[in-house]
């Protein structure tokens, strides 16, 4: 398929995970991707997984630095020659058992996955043509789903979804779409990275809510994106896709 010739994409959190993952399948399919990160090995390991493509910037950047998140789209339209598509997907995971959350806890997962994600949005509207724009915002089956241990990253990625509503409501009139995608369990760093738990958190709980169709590959996750952002998802606004492999049945 080459749904994405001659579109220019903005991604945040292109160095790791559902990020990378988005942007291999989405140079893959003709487009020209400014990749966004905290993480320059990340980004570069994503370079070489979109091998030899030619059509991947990148660009070392806090989601969560207002000045960095002004810099950073004005870096994509100096690269590109404008922006088409946004898709946010930088985010982070804290466990936070309720009676050692902190205002640390609470600052960061909002700063990085509510503000960046927020302030890319207010930034790339300056951009985004009307009629054919898009906006994805990865959000979280946390955003709507109970899980111990996540009020903070829940709360913060509810924040996600209701923004992205939101704004959907308040762009349509320019034909701009928002589309928040809500991946359940994936197979990245972000959920394999055993410091996320305190070592004594009981985690069977986890252990219950294993979906029917198994952890999504990020790649599976980043085929989602790519159908909301391309035309095949053209009447797709407002309305959250949930990717849990059933979790939620
Ligand atoms: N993995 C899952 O199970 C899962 C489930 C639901 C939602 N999500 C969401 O998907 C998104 C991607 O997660 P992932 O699983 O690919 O994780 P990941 O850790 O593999 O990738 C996240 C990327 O975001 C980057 N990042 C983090 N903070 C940043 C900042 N302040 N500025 C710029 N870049 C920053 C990291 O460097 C990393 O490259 C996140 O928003 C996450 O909340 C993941």
Redesign the pocket.
């Known amino acids: 398929m080459h749904r994405f010739e001659g579109v220019r994409v903005l991604l945040?959190?292109g160095?790791?995970?559902?990020?990378r993952a988005t942007a291999v399948r989405l140079v893959a399919e003709g487009a020209e991707v400014f990749a966004?990160?905290?993480?320059k090995e990340?980004l570069e390991a994503t370079v070489a997984a979109c091998s030899g493509a030619g059509r991947i910037v990148t660009h070392r950047?806090?989601?969560?630095d207002e000045t960095a998140v002004v810099e950073a789209v004005g870096a994509a339209v100096a690269a590109l020659g404008g922006i088409d598509v946004l898709v946010n997907?930088?985010?982070?995971?804290r466990a936070t058992p309720i009676d050692r959350l902190t205002v640390e806890d609470l600052n960061r997962l909002f700063t990085?996955?509510t503000v960046?994600t927020a302030l890319f949005c207010r930034e790339a509207l300056r951009q985004l043509p009307d009629g054919t724009g898009v906006i994805v915002n990865?959000a979280?089956?946390?955003a709507a789903h109970g899980n111990p241990y996540m009020t903070a990253y829940a709360a913060s990625?509810g924040a996600v979804l209701g923004f992205s509503l939101s704004l959907a409501a308040e762009v349509a009139h320019r034909g701009i779409r928002v589309v928040p995608v809500?991946?359940?369990?994936?197979r990245?760093?972000?959920?394999a990275n055993p410091r996320v738990l305190p070592d004594d958190l009981d985690t069977s709980y986890y252990a219950r809510i294993r979906p029917p169709l198994g952890a999504a590959e990020?790649e599976q996750i980043a085929g989602v994106i790519a159908f909301a952002a391309s035309r095949d998802g053209s009447y797709l606004t407002g309305a959250e896709l949930r990717v849990d492999g059933g979790s939620h049945i």
């Open positions: 945040t959190g160095g790791s995970g559902i990020g966004v990160d905290l993480s990340g950047a806090d989601v969560g997907v930088a985010g982070i995971h990085v996955n960046g990865v979280s089956t946390a990625k809500s991946p359940g369990t994936v990245t760093p972000l959920t990020p």
